[in-house]
């Protein structure tokens, strides 16, 4: 079974430049989660979804970032102006569950290396 | 203080020893905790899983936990050079309408030949 999807698997941009990162769910999945990581925070989560509805979004940095879940199984995380600091790895993951059950192991995507210039 | 703390390391470990690494979190109704492995430039994958108080083995990897304490912990036994890696630790928190992981920073575990 193919695993999580991510594209692009690298990005580069200038700053101001709207950025749009997709993610496909392993099928049969329902939550869906966006995580950054970078060296000086880690791995942080930006908002998760259950169903296709937002659940979390508190880790949204500013209304410059949207997530949308168009459908079960299809993500995107916007960056509209995109500026130098959001350069980091952005990770989907996705899990079995419905977000009730705590024992849900989420997987990983391979991950989108963004650099804004 | 952040809500799941992890030392950075580089732990360094000859090829064959056992490797401890350790994870406290602050979140007393934390119910499930995870360690993932990740190596450079690469996603982390799911290694271990435990929920309740004590041992957990798979492989040559145990993880320990202690909720009274609110400690976690993972041994690699019989370190390879393949586990160099960074290792991080995960606490689920239970929201209302769901659970999420919190993520400690990860220790790098360094295997020396």
């Known amino acids: 079974d193919a695993g999580v999807i991510q594209s692009p698997r690298h990005e580069v941009t200038e700053m101001g430049q709207e950025v749009t990162l997709r993610c496909k769910l392993i099928?049969?999945?329902?939550?869906l989660f966006w995580y950054r990581q970078t060296m000086m925070r880690g791995l942080e989560l930006l908002i998760y979804?259950?169903?296709?509805?937002?659940?979390?979004d508190s880790g949204m940095p500013e209304d410059r970032f949207s997530a949308k879940m168009p459908n079960a199984s299809f993500s995107t995380l916007k960056i509209q102006p995109s500026e130098p600091r959001d350069s980091a790895v952005y990770f989907c993951?996705?899990?079995?569950?419905?977000?009730?059950?705590?024992?849900?192991?989420?997987?990983f995507g391979p991950g989108t290396r963004l650099t804004v210039l | 203080q952040k809500e799941v703390e992890q030392n950075s390391g580089p732990l360094s470990v000859p090829e064959g020893a056992i490797a401890s690494l350790n994870c406290t979190y602050s979140d007393r109704v934390s119910q499930s905790f995870f360690w993932y492995r990740q190596y450079s430039g690469k996603s982390p994958e799911l290694i271990m899983s435990i929920y309740s108080n004590g041992d957990k083995e798979d492989g040559r990897f145990t993880a320990q936990l202690n909720k009274a304490s609110q400690y976690v912990s993972l041994l690699i036994r019989d370190s390879q050079p393949s586990d160099s890696a960074t290792y991080l630790c995960a606490v689920n928190e239970i929201k209302a309408a769901g659970n999420k992981l919190t993520f400690g920073g990860g220790t790098r575990v360094l295997v020396k030949p």
């Open positions: 979804f259950n169903n296709n509805v937002p659940i979390d």
């Open positions: 099928s049969g999945h329902n939550s």
């Open positions: 993951a996705s899990s079995l569950g419905g977000g009730y059950t705590s024992t849900d192991t989420q997987y």
